[in-house]
């Protein structure tokens, strides 16, 4: 922000426009305060405040030179842009007190008035009962998490933090007996997609599961927690696993096709697991993982157990189309026996002398 008096302009204020033009900045808005006044209520004199905003940082001496003014007329503005352009009119929290000038008097490279209503929209505060409706929109699943925030705002989800969090493990709980109950019966499969660095192993995944099931998978990243960002998804991709991510056991039992009904282990609290399918994506084989985890007993946990619970696939560069083709083709094969599964389901619940 450049800050002048009208009468120490070092040009003439019919040139201002033009020099901010040819400036570089990416975008520019300025004002004449010439209606402040002090704690006495005398005038304070008419100045300038100009705000530019520059895609790469400047320093304030370079700055300076494009008034061809002192650097003590300049400051770094280290709030938003969105807070900068609001002061121009005084409509920031700092300047509630001072006289609130109308956005057309604004001159500015874009839609000054328009970006102001933009502004005002966001830092719009929701009323008491407002909150309350739209956490119970959200409790009742008629709002995303990321909806509610830009609803009510960060500070008001810290605020309802302990309420939001219970509201999210009533929803996992629930939408995991839901699971329990269509997936009842089915074998969860866990595809091994092991290849070079580099070959398109999260890739082929991606590819795969956006085609099939472009709302109801999740990545979780390459870290020893990959289960603290998961939210319910049954199609899940475990990437870049490790030996040492997991004790082998754990990995046992987080693959067992049968037991369906388990939890996920993630750094605050465990996760209900909805699995129908796993992907997991490493540069071992199976064997070679295997060979690299610290087994307490080898004869107790064997490389037959880990093996029993997976698909092994190789991912090459010259098989990556067959492969995923392959995978689009048996996921529409578990589709196809998920439907009659289900059909099946709704006939006897009508009828209670049908047979399995």
Known sequence: MYTQDLDHLPFNKDKLKDILEKSGAEEWAYILHDKDTDDDGKQIRPHFHIMLHFKDAKTISRVAKVFNDKEQYIEAWHSTINNGYSYLIHETNNAQS?????????????????KIKEIRQKVKKPSRQAIENFINDYSNEKLTKEKLQEKIGVLEMARHKTLIDHIDEILAYKKHQEFLKQFSGLQCVTYWLYGEAGVGKTRLAREVLEKCHPNNFCILGSQRDHFQEYRGQEFIVINDLRPNDYEYGQLLTLLDPWEIDKMAPARYHDKYLNARAIYITTPYSPINFYNECNIANPL???????????????????????????????????????????????????DPKSDD
């Open 98 to 114: 001072k006289y609130h000038y109308d956005p057309s008097e604004v001159v500015a490279s874009f839609d000054f008035k328009a």
């Open 300 to 350: 107790v946990d064997t490389f037959e157990q880990l093996k029993r619970r997976i698909i092994s696939l190789q991912l090459t560069e010259k098989n990556y189309n067959k492969l995923k083709n392959d995978l689009i083709t048996d996921d529409k094969l578990s589709e196809a026996i998920l439907k009659i599964k289900s059909q099946k389901n709704t006939s006897h619940a009508h």
